[in-house]
T-cell receptor
């Protein structure tokens, strides 16, 4: 059974610092890994999707890496801003299906 | 192209009543997924449907919960005889095809409160 873990559960940084969010999964037979952002009381916004054959994806200040063999992904957010405050979720899709298995999320607070 | 539309956004039901949650997928998407987010818990998969078919319902509670995605109209998640423990945010996602690894797009969710 696939399990996805995100550490830390919460993170508080001053504005301008780089953010490093970790995600680990137990079953390396994944099709892709996706990072989402969730604001309080809102839905999920997809940030980056990494195919299993890829090592990383970049979008603006965001960079996500994937090491499938070790079951880890890291989301880097450069030069954090107060607007980056949200919960960040990672999720994996197994090779044999389409359902996402989510981690518990990391709640980020960027202080001005 | 509107995103995934869920309604209502907020729903309050008394214990024992029925809750109906609706999800209209993105245009051109024929695959729908429902997820539940319980308070202080992560998102958990409930059910995966294609038009008129349930593909995977491994995450659905065995009783009181049902889902459908008819040929015409939105997908419906139905909860009969709701209990306090059903209070949660229910999210719908859609994708254009069922090929493994296809990116899914999420709606804003329906927040169900059972009083």
């Amino acid at each position: 059974k696939q399990e996805v873990t995100q550490i830390p559960a919460a993170l508080s940084v001053p504005e301008g610092e780089n953010l490093v969010l970790n995600c680990s999964f137990t079953d390396s037979a994944i099709y892709n890994l996706q990072w989402f952002r969730q604001d309080p009381g809102k839905g999920l916004t997809s940030l980056l999707l990494i195919q299993s054959s890829q090592r990383e994806q970049t979008s603006g200040r965001l960079n996500a890496s994937l090491d499938k063999s070790s079951g880890r992904s890291t989301l880097y957010i450069a030069a954090s801003q107060p607007g980056d405050s949200a919960t960040y979720l990672c999720a994996v899709i197994k090779a044999a299906g389409n359902k996402l298995t989510f981690g518990g999320g990391t709640r980020v607070l960027v202080k001005p | 192209n509107a995103g995934v539309m869920q309604n209502p956004r907020h729903l309050v039901r008394r214990r024992g009543q029925e809750a109906r949650l609706r999800c209209s997928p993105m245009k051109g998407h024929s695959h729908v997924y429902w997820y539940r987010q319980l308070p202080e818990e992560g998102l958990k998969f409930m059910v995966y449907l294609q038009k008129e078919n349930i593909i995977d319902e491994s995450g659905m509670p065995k009783e009181r919960f049902s889902a459908e995605f008819p040929k015409e109209g939105p997908s419906i998640l139905r909860i009969q005889q709701v209990v306090r423990g059903d209070s949660a945010a229910y999210f719908c996602a859609s994708s254009p095809r069922g090929r493994p690894g296809t990116e899914a797009f999420f709606g804003q969710g329906t927040r169900l409160t059972v009083v």
